[in-house]
């Protein structure tokens, strides 16, 4: 399984852009990168997946170099509430077993 | 849908007394996932569902048992409960990842604490 580097914090402002890096420089040809959300006392919740290039839904965009060893999730114009814990998972999505790291503590302030 | 849903919501416990968490959802997924999350720390998987009948082992295994025996149901169990054991679960399920893409649904979390 592919290791996860992420920032453990960071601080960010309402209506900035947020953009939060992960390593990965063993990821392997079948991995993908997915990114989840948790909120205080709640599961996390999916945010968005991808395996090359640029992804993009309502919520964030996803940038991964060409080497893929590494990806970028990109938070448009936060609000307070999207103060969170967001977690990078490198994994083949056919294996049930991905491992979540310790993520990156978002924190909006007004 | 009520999506993920565990139960019970919290518990305490004392040392080596047993328990079984309850998760069941309703998106005739078939796959789900038993996490626990100790503070500060990203979930761990403990076991893991690919159907009805099939259980197998996730990253942390030890001292828990599951089954599921129905489709919509699986089931953590603790047998002789330790304080190390004390932390947040959390239950997920998916449809099988090659399908619909790797998209986890979670239930809202049990809390559990042993003294």
């Known amino acids: 399984l592919a290791k996860t580097t992420q920032p453990i914090s960071m601080d960010s402002y309402e209506g900035q852009e947020v953009n939060i890096t992960c390593s990965h420089n063993?990821?392997?040809?079948?991995?993908?990168i997915t990114w989840y959300q948790q909120f205080p006392s709640q599961g996390p919740r999916f945010i968005i997946q991808?395996?090359?290039t640029k992804v993009t839904n309502e919520v964030a965009s996803l940038f991964i170099p060409a080497d893929r060893k590494s990806s970028t999730l990109s938070l448009p114009r936060v609000s307070l509430s999207d103060t969170a814990v967001y977690y990078c998972?490198?994994?083949?999505?056919?294996?049930?077993?991905?491992?979540f790291g310790a993520g990156t503590r978002l924190t909006v302030k007004p | 849908n009520a999506g993920v849903t565990q139960t019970p919501k919290f518990r305490v416990l004392k040392t080596g007394q047993s328990m079984t968490l309850l998760c069941a959802q309703d998106?005739?997924?078939?796959?789900m996932y038993w996490y626990r999350q100790d503070p500060g720390m990203g979930l761990r998987l403990i076991h893991y569902?690919?159907?009805?009948?099939?259980?197998a082992k996730g990253e942390v295994p030890d001292g828990y048992n599951v089954s599921r025996l129905k489709k919509q149901n699986f089931l953590l169990g603790l047998e002789s409960a330790a304080p190390s054991q004390t932390s947040v679960y959390f239950c997920?399920?998916?449809?099988?990842?090659?399908?619909?893409?790797?998209?986890?649904?979670f239930g809202p979390g049990t809390r559990l604490t042993v003294t």
């Open positions: 063993n990821i392997a040809t079948n991995d993908y």
């Open positions: 997920a399920s998916s449809y099988p990842p090659r399908q619909v893409g790797y998209e986890q649904y």
């Open positions: 569902s690919v159907g009805e009948g099939t259980t």
């Open positions: 998972l490198v994994g083949d999505p056919q294996a049930p077993d991905m491992r």
């Open positions: 991808g395996y090359k």
């Open positions: 998106m005739n997924h078939e796959y």
